[in-house]
């Protein structure tokens, strides 16, 4: 019994570092770094402004049927694609697939938080939107004046560049 609960304690302690680990591997800014990088990255448009969303600010958490437009792509040999969605559930839906990866909405999970994941096939690695360094998601952008005028955008395959289509 006692090296039963001596096991039970040395896998808690490893779960839990490595956890902690996890969550050290998120960037986060000071609130002025993020006003700044937001001022840096929106997108005017002629009918109002694309706001950029960090993960920290955690825009999922909510149903707030916006619109959301991100730039991704499978593998870091890969070109850049876009694609616009509504935040209109709650449910895990599958937004855009290229070659064998899917770009996924409210993957569920009891451990992580899968807002926006990249899934492959077996075997390939899984990319979240809030752990990755910009290899493969390189933007967020919120609509934030709901079903109005909601703008044409089109990537730069090579750059990941944004610009409206008018």
Partial sequence: ??????????????????????????????????????????????DGI????????????????????????SNSDDGWRIIKFLNDTDTKKVLDNYGRYKLIFKEYSPFYDFTLLIRGERGDPDYTWKTDDGTYFKFLYRWNNNDKNVPNLVVDYKTGEVKEVN
């Fill in 1 to 46: 019994m006692k090296r039963i609960l001596i096991i039970l304690k040395i896998i808690t302690l490893i779960g839990t570092s490595t956890v902690s680990l996890v969550a050290c591997n998120e960037t986060k800014y000071n609130q002025t770094q993020l006003q700044e990088l937001k001022e840096q990255n929106k997108i005017n448009t002629k």
């Fill in 50 to 73: 694309l706001e950029w969303i960090a993960p920290q600010e955690k825009p999922f958490n909510q149903i707030d049927d916006k619109y959301y437009f991100v730039v991704w792509r």
